[in-house]
């Protein structure tokens, strides 16, 4: 895959810049937002392009200077990365890019998660396009996999990493029109049944899954069959009711699935579609 020049990917807060620089995506410019003061002791970080203090309205607005989209990625319900996190759609809808919005809902021991959902609600109508990811549910999912905390943080960094890297590849072709719901639930699976992967991405859904919300997508490696394909929309249909759209990866990898739920947040009540 090519560098993607036009798209920008920016990692908002302390929490989601630890994800990345531990699995920077590869295909896509990186720029990270701190709180002011942070941004100073950030500026040897070999992995990542030089960050901008929260705050300082105009660099954000000049870095946005011929870019056709904004992704930015977020663990929301905290100080650092939910103030960035509303900063960055500010600055990208001034300067006309189209904002595509990935965050993290906190662990359920967090007191944060519940003004995480909150301000997923209140961002709906600002975004393009919203992909949310729930670390309580994934916790619960590996704690039967016998998962030790620091594993478990590593298994998260990797997936969502990936998933961002799926996310800006698809940035290159008909994007909105593949997503075409405003908002989705995303898990990311490492396994030969498919079938087990919808499974897992419907159980870490924090929405309530619907087949009218519309399509789920699910990516796959390039070396994927029609037949399989085939076996993989039955599979899909028949758990769920909700027929998938399946997106082929440049990689051949074919125990690896992203599965993509479309949800529907009320933006009046932040707590009426969850599941």
Do not use: W
Request: net charge negative; hydrophobic share 45%.
């Amino acid at each position: 895959m090519r560098g993607l020049d036009d798209i920008v990917l920016v990692v908002c807060g302390g929490a989601a810049g630890r994800i990345v620089k531990g699995h920077a995506p590869h295909s896509i410019p990186i720029v990270k937002v701190h709180p002011a003061g942070a941004a100073e002791r950030q500026v040897n970080d070999p992995d990542l392009a030089l960050p901008i203090a929260s705050g300082n309205h105009d660099a954000l607005c000049a870095r946005f200077d011929g870019v056709r989209v904004v992704v930015l990625f977020s663990v929301l319900g905290g100080r650092s990365g939910s103030s960035a996190y509303s900063e960055v759609i500010s600055c990208a809808r001034e300067k006309g890019c189209k904002v595509v919005a990935i965050t993290g809902l906190p662990l359920e021991f967090e007191a944060v998660r519940e003004c995480a959902f909150e301000q997923i609600a209140s961002s709906i109508e600002l975004v393009d396009r919203l992909f949310i990811v729930d670390y309580a549910a994934l916790y619960k999912i590996s704690m039967g996999n016998d998962y030790k905390l620091d594993a478990f943080f590593r298994a998260c960094e990797y997936s969502v990493t990936f998933a961002i890297d799926n996310i800006a590849s698809m940035l290159e072709g008909p994007f909105f029109s593949t997503f075409s719901e405003r908002a989705y639930t995303f898990a990311y699976v490492n396994t030969n049944n498919p079938a087990d992967a919808v499974s897992i991405a419907v159980d870490t859904a924090p929405y309530a899954v619907d087949p009218s919300n519309g399509k789920m997508v699910i990516t796959v490696g390039s070396g994927f069959r029609s037949v399989e394909i085939d076996t993989i929309v039955y599979s899909v249909v028949s758990k769920t009711g909700i027929m998938p759209d399946i997106v082929f990866r440049d990689d051949l990898e074919d125990n690896k699935f992203v599965v993509f739920l479309p949800v529907r947040i009320t933006p009046s009540s932040p707590t009426a579609s969850r599941s």
